[in-house]
C-alpha cells in the first residue's frame, strides 16, 4: 500500500480520486495496494450463524477511520454511545456509516503478527451481495436496547434502492461503496480536513488541533482561512501539489522562526505570526538522509528504512485510529551520531554516494564539493564565513588515505546540524 500511495502523489492524481480507490478498491492485495486499507481494517469475523444476516466482518475499525482520515470527525466512540461533546454525533450515525461496508468479503488467511514461519498470502477484497441484503444494522444502545441502523451518511442521505418486482430493495455490492465514496468526497469537511492535514504537515500545527478532531467544542483558530483554502482546494480538482505550492508560498510560512515580545508566549504559537521550529518526523528524517547520501539501491533502502523506523517510531498508532505520534530524543540524536546505519549511508564504497559523486564531477575544487554539499542537505549555499572555516579545518590540499574522508566528515555534521533536522 505504500508503494501504491507513493505512486499515487508522485503522478500527483486529485486527493479525492484517490480517496475514492481507496474506499471502492477491489481485487488481490499483491496487484492492487489500495485494497489494503480496507483489509486491514475489518474487524472482527461474525459467527458463522450471523453472516448471512449481518456480512463477514463487523467492519467496525474502518468505519471509524474513514470518517477521522477523509473529514476530520471522530466517530469511534459513538460506536457504543452518543458523542459525550459533539451533540450532532449519534450512535446510528457510526452505524449508518457502517452498514455501507457490510458486504465486504476478505479471501485469504492473513498472516499472525509475530509468526514469521507462516510467511505472507495473498489477500483478495469483493463484495458479497448474498449477505446483509437490506444494508441494515442492528446495534445496542447504552440501556441493552437493540435498534436498527440502516445505510444511512452523517447529513442524513440514505443509501440509493432499486425497483425489483415492485419492491424496493437496496443497492448491493461495490456500489455500496461507491456511494460512500461519494458521500464522503461531497462532504463540507472533506476539502477542510486535507487542507487543515496538510497545513499541520508543514507548521507542525493544523487550523484544528488535533487534526482530526473538527467539533463544535474545537472551532479552528483562522475559520475564513481554512474555509477559503478548503473552497479553493475544491475548485481546483483537490490538486494536491497547488495546495502545497499554496502553503509554502504564504508569508506565514516564510516567516522567522525568531520569537519577539508579541509572539513569545505559547499561547501565540497557534496564531502562525512566527514559523515554529518542527522536528521532522522519522519517514521525514529517513528519506532526507536517503537524498542527501544518494547511497541506497531500491532493496536496500527498503530494509534499512524498516530498520530505521523501529528504532525510532517510539509510539504507534493504537486500535481506536490514533496516529503515530513522535517528538526528537537525545536517543534519536546519539542514534544519528553514531549510528552504523548513518556512516554506511554516508561512506558507502569508493564510487557510491553523493560524496563520491561531486567530489568526482568537481575533482580539485574543494569549495565547490562544500557548496554543493550544502545544498544538498541544507539547500542554500555556504555563507562566507562557514566557507572559510570549513577550508581552513579541512585538509583539502593534503593528500589523505582516503581523499573523500573530510567531505564524508563535512556530510556527517551537516546531517546532524539542527538545521538539517528542524523544519524552520
Same mark, same amino acid.
Given at each position: 500500500?505504500?508503494?501504491?500511495?507513493?505512486?499515487?502523489?508522485?503522478?500527483?492524481?486529485?486527493?479525492?480520486?484517490?480517496?475514492?480507490?481507496?474506499?471502492?478498491?477491489?481485487?488481490?492485495?499483491?496487484?492492487?495496494?489500495?485494497?489494503?486499507?480496507?483489509?486491514?481494517?475489518?474487524?472482527?469475523?461474525?459467527?458463522?450463524?450471523?453472516?448471512?444476516?449481518?456480512?463477514?466482518?463487523?467492519?467496525?475499525?474502518?468505519?471509524?477511520?474513514?470518517?477521522?482520515?477523509?473529514?476530520?470527525?471522530?466517530?469511534?466512540?459513538?460506536?457504543?454511545?452518543?458523542?459525550?461533546?459533539?451533540?450532532?454525533?449519534?450512535?446510528?450515525?457510526?452505524?449508518?456509516?457502517?452498514?455501507?461496508?457490510?458486504?465486504?468479503?476478505?479471501?485469504?488467511?492473513?498472516?499472525?503478527?509475530?509468526?514469521?514461519?507462516?510467511?505472507?498470502?495473498?489477500?483478495?477484497?469483493?463484495?458479497?451481495?448474498?449477505?446483509?441484503?437490506?444494508?441494515?444494522?442492528?446495534?445496542?444502545?447504552?440501556?441493552?436496547?437493540?435498534?436498527?441502523?440502516?445505510?444511512?451518511?452523517?447529513?442524513?442521505?440514505?443509501?440509493?434502492?432499486?425497483?425489483?418486482?415492485?419492491?424496493?430493495?437496496?443497492?448491493?455490492?461495490?456500489?455500496?461503496?461507491?456511494?460512500?465514496?461519494?458521500?464522503?468526497?461531497?462532504?463540507?469537511?472533506?476539502?477542510?480536513?486535507?487542507?487543515?492535514?496538510?497545513?499541520?504537515?508543514?507548521?507542525?500545527?493544523?487550523?484544528?488541533?488535533?487534526?482530526?478532531?473538527?467539533?463544535?467544542?474545537?472551532?479552528?483558530?483562522?475559520?475564513?482561512?481554512?474555509? $477559503? !483554502?478548503?473552497?479553493?482546494?475544491?475548485?481546483?480538482?483537490?490538486? %494536491? #501539489?497547488? &495546495?502545497?505550492?499554496?502553503?509554502?508560498?504564504?508569508?506565514?510560512?516564510?516567516?522567522?522562526?525568531?520569537?519577539?515580545?508579541?509572539?513569545?508566549?505559547?499561547?501565540?504559537?497557534?496564531?502562525?505570526?512566527?514559523?515554529?521550529?518542527?522536528?521532522?518526523?522519522?519517514?521525514?528524517?529517513?528519506?532526507?538522509?536517503?537524498?542527501?547520501?544518494?547511497?541506497?539501491?531500491?532493496?536496500?533502502?527498503?530494509?534499512?528504512?524498516?530498520?530505521?523506523?523501529?528504532?525510532?517510531?517510539?509510539?504507534?498508532?493504537?486500535?481506536?485510529?490514533?496516529?503515530?505520534?513522535?517528538?526528537?530524543?537525545?536517543?534519536?540524536?546519539?542514534?544519528?551520531?553514531?549510528?552504523?546505519?548513518?556512516?554506511?549511508?554516508?561512506?558507502?564504497?569508493?564510487?557510491?554516494?553523493?560524496?563520491?559523486?561531486?567530489?568526482?564531477?568537481?575533482?580539485?575544487?574543494?569549495?565547490?564539493?562544500?557548496? $554543493? !554539499?550544502?545544498?544538498?542537505?541544507?539547500?542554500?549555499?555556504?555563507? %562566507? #564565513?562557514? &566557507?572559510?572555516?570549513?577550508?581552513?579545518?579541512?585538509?583539502?590540499?593534503?593528500?589523505?588515505?582516503?581523499?573523500?574522508?573530510?567531505?564524508?566528515?563535512?556530510?556527517?555534521?551537516?546531517?546532524?546540524?539542527?538545521?538539517?533536522?528542524?523544519?524552520?
Amino acid at each position: 500500500m505504500q508503494t501504491w500511495l507513493e505512486d499515487q502523489f508522485a503522478q500527483n492524481r486529485p486527493f479525492h480520486d484517490t480517496v475514492k480507490d481507496l474506499i471502492t478498491a477491489e481485487g488481490e492485495n499483491t496487484k492492487n495496494g489500495a485494497v489494503n486499507f480496507i483489509l486491514a481494517h475489518v474487524g472482527a469475523a461474525t459467527p458463522n450463524g450471523e453472516v448471512r444476516e449481518n456480512g463477514h466482518f463487523d467492519m467496525v475499525p474502518i468505519t471509524s477511520r474513514m470518517s477521522r482520515l477523509f473529514l476530520g470527525i471522530q466517530t469511534q466512540c459513538t460506536q457504543c454511545h452518543d458523542h459525550p461533546f459533539d451533540a450532532k454525533l449519534k450512535q446510528n450515525h457510526f452505524w449508518g456509516i457502517n452498514a455501507f461496508l457490510r458486504q465486504v468479503q476478505r479471501k485469504g488467511t492473513p498472516p499472525v503478527p509475530g509468526n514469521r514461519m507462516m510467511g505472507f498470502s495473498p489477500l483478495t477484497l469483493t463484495d458479497d451481495t448474498t449477505v446483509n441484503h437490506d444494508a441494515l444494522v442492528l446495534f445496542e444502545t447504552r440501556n441493552a436496547k437493540l435498534l436498527p441502523a440502516k445505510a444511512q451518511f452523517l447529513d442524513g442521505t440514505k443509501l440509493p434502492t432499486e425497483d425489483k418486482g415492485g419492491k424496493k430493495v437496496p443497492v448491493q455490492g461495490k456500489v455500496r461503496r461507491e456511494e460512500l465514496a461519494r458521500l464522503l468526497i461531497e462532504h463540507p469537511n472533506f476539502a477542510r480536513a486535507q487542507v487543515n492535514r496538510m497545513w499541520a504537515h508543514f507548521f507542525g500545527k493544523g487550523f484544528v488541533n488535533p487534526i482530526d478532531d473538527f467539533n463544535d467544542q474545537n472551532q479552528p483558530s483562522h475559520p475564513e482561512l481554512l474555509e $477559503e !483554502l478548503g473552497k479553493q482546494y475544491r475548485h481546483y480538482g483537490f490538486d %494536491q #501539489k497547488r &495546495l502545497i505550492r499554496w502553503i509554502c508560498n504564504s508569508d506565514a510560512y516564510n516567516l522567522s522562526c525568531v520569537a519577539n515580545k508579541s509572539n513569545e508566549k505559547p499561547e501565540s504559537d497557534q496564531l502562525f505570526s512566527r514559523m515554529l521550529p518542527k522536528a521532522m518526523s522519522p519517514e521525514e528524517l529517513f528519506e532526507s538522509l536517503m537524498v542527501a547520501t544518494g547511497s541506497q539501491s531500491k532493496e536496500q533502502k527498503k530494509e534499512l528504512r524498516t530498520r530505521w523506523l523501529d528504532n525510532l517510531i517510539t509510539n504507534f498508532g493504537d486500535d481506536e485510529g490514533n496516529e503515530v505520534s513522535f517528538n526528537g530524543t537525545v536517543v534519536q540524536a546519539l542514534m544519528m551520531m553514531n549510528g552504523s546505519d548513518l556512516n554506511g549511508a554516508i561512506a558507502p564504497g569508493k564510487e557510491e554516494g553523493n560524496v563520491a559523486k561531486i567530489a568526482k564531477e568537481y575533482r580539485g575544487n574543494g569549495r565547490a564539493v562544500v557548496r $554543493e !554539499l550544502f545544498l544538498l542537505t541544507l539547500n542554500r549555499p555556504p555563507t %562566507q #564565513k562557514e &566557507l572559510e572555516k570549513i577550508t581552513a579545518a579541512m585538509p583539502m590540499r593534503v593528500r589523505d588515505k582516503d581523499p573523500l574522508a573530510p567531505y564524508q566528515d563535512l556530510l556527517w555534521a551537516l546531517l546532524n546540524s539542527n538545521e538539517f533536522m528542524l523544519n524552520h
